[in-house]
């Protein structure tokens, strides 16, 4: 069954509790760290950080999930 | 004429009092510079460029000190650390060590490796990943030392930082053993390593005999192709000397480039002079800051890195760490993800603060994703697939030590006890050598 992947709104934080496979992937999308200063950024929040588009983020982010 | 850019603590290198410093600027150039009562003053140079050096200061996110429950004693920073209430920044990475062996003797060593004992075993390490984990269930863990493949039980010890639900680990080696040893490297990957963050200092045997005392390159390249069989990504971490290597960080950059996507990056460490380094106060013309770094690559890099690419990164001191983001495009060139404007606006840590105060567990919805058969589907999975990370980490030494930047450290060495303590404190050594933290 697919699994349904994370979305803009979700929180870091929850991303990764959800699928923890997606960590490499953020460090490769330009993120040095999850820490208590940005765990409760939503995936949004944290591609803009980035200086990403949060669509192309969040496909990414799902590609590495396996979603 | 010298011109006061700010002011802070630090140490005196002979008897490591805490004194006022300032940085300075002079000729265009950043200096540190401190007096103390006892030993007189001292100067030393902190960045060549003055003006990067003021402009990534106007970059600077600071957080502001985090109620821990551990009040600040009366030995007060670095001297009591275990990341008390004037602590700014959370754990990022915690490094353990695993033991001080070595199977090099390295001219350079911030861990001043084979020159004493420790080796925690199962218990003890059972209690050092808990520390880590408890100061941030997601922290990047980083099995240090010595060097950590001389431990036969790696292996478990990787095993056992994933059963207690590590998200990252990486090792930190001089790839030896890697080399040495068929089926090692996928003995580790099956363990559950994530990374292995490789001693590379370039691709010259005249580097590595300056800095390691031997020819090392075959072994280097041998790792590197072990670890792509396994399928074991690799971070490169060349240490930086102006006059050894620092004319030659575009050859690694291209290296590491050709061997994407095994090859994650690049992570640029100039020399700092704590735990084994050639002694004395280095002269200004050793020293090499961040800044140098950036320069050269974009020097040795021509068309493919550029300036505006590079970030100081919001999880540090804007001096500590910086990073760029490319990704391998189909035509074969790096193509930049990170810019500089992209930290415009966002010049206060609180800002990220009041979004954690924010943080509810928010239910994740449906969303269809992970489709490769659009445009936007080939580039997320191109950037994901052949990503590569050129970043720095600007290491403090007892001449250059800025106890506000110390504060705002968020790499975090276990003790054995189980404190986090900033790894330039932990690391930090007098000007004879005298270390103030040992495991």
């Not at chain 2, 922290?139 to 060097?147: A, P, T, Y």
């Not at chain 2, 045997?205 to 005392?213: I, K, Q, T």
């Amino acid at each position: 069954m697919k699994r349904m992947g994370v979305d803009a709104d979700m929180a870091l934080g929850s991303a990764l509790e959800l699928y923890p496979q997606i960590y490499p992937a953020l460090l490769s999308q330009g993120l040095c760290c999850v820490n208590e200063e940005n765990e409760g950024l939503s995936l949004g929040e944290l591609a803009r950080s980035l200086g990403r588009e949060p669509e192309g983020f969040i496909e990414a982010l799902n590609a590495a999930a396996g979603c | 004429m010298n011109v006061i850019l700010h002011e802070t603590e630090s140490l005196c290198p002979v008897c490591l009092r805490r004194i006022p410093a300032r940085y300075e600027r002079r000729d265009g150039r950043a200096y540190f510079t401190k007096a103390c009562p006892e030993h007189g003053g001292f100067s030393t140079l902190f960045w060549r460029d003055a003006d990067m050096y003021e402009s990534w200061l106007r970059q600077g996110v600071h957080a502001p000190a985090k109620d821990r429950g551990r009040p600040p004693d009366e030995a007060g920073c670095p001297f009591s650390c275990g990341l008390c209430d004037a602590h700014r920044s959370g754990t990022c990475t915690a490094v353990i060590e695993l033991t001080y062996r070595c199977d090099l003797d390295c001219r350079v060593c911030f861990a001043d490796a084979n020159s004493r004992r420790f080796e925690p075993g199962p218990a003890q390490l059972e209690r050092m990943y808990a520390a880590a984990l408890a100061s941030n269930r997601f922290c990047s863990i980083q099995l240090s030392g010595g060097e950590p493949t001389m431990r036969e039980d790696l292996p478990d010890i990787i095993r056992l930082g994933k059963r207690m639900g590590a998200v990252h680990l990486q090792l930190n080696t001089n790839g030896l053993r890697l080399a040495a040893e068929p089926g090692y490297a996928a003995q580790l990957k099956a363990a559950g390593l994530d990374l292995v963050y490789l001693q590379f200092d370039g691709l010259d045997d005249a580097v590595y005999r300056r800095l390691r005392g031997r020819d090392l390159l075959e072994l280097k390249l041998k790792a590197i192709a072990r670890c792509e069989a396994a399928g074991l990504g690799v971070l490169l971490v060349p240490v930086v000397v102006p006059g050894v290597n620092l004319d030659s960080l575009g050859e690694i950059v291209r290296f590491g480039k050709a061997h994407i996507p095994f090859v994650k990056g690049v992570h640029f460490q100039p020399m700092s002079c704590f735990g084994r380094f050639p002694g004395g106060a280095p002269a200004d013309e050793e020293r090499c800051g961040l800044c140098d770094v950036i320069h050269a690559l974009c020097e040795q890099c021509p068309g493919e890195l550029r300036l505006e690419h590079f970030v100081p990164r919001k999880q540090f001191d804007p001096h500590c760490d910086f990073s760029s983001t490319y990704f391998l495009d189909a035509g074969g060139r790096l193509a930049a993800l990170s810019e500089r404007s992209q930290n415009d606006g966002d010049t206060e840590r609180t800002d990220f603060v009041e979004k954690t105060n924010k943080y509810t567990q928010k239910r994740w919805r449906y969303q269809p994703g992970g489709q490769a058969d659009t445009a936007l589907g080939r580039f997320a999975l191109r950037t994901l697939t052949h990503s590569f990370c050129i970043s720095g980490m600007g290491f403090q030494d007892v001449w250059n030590l800025d106890l506000g930047r110390l504060r705002g450290c968020c790499v975090h060495v276990v003790t054995a006890d189980c404190r986090l303590v900033p790894f330039c404190a932990f690391h930090l050594t007098d000007e004879r050598g005298g270390r103030l933290y040992e495991n």
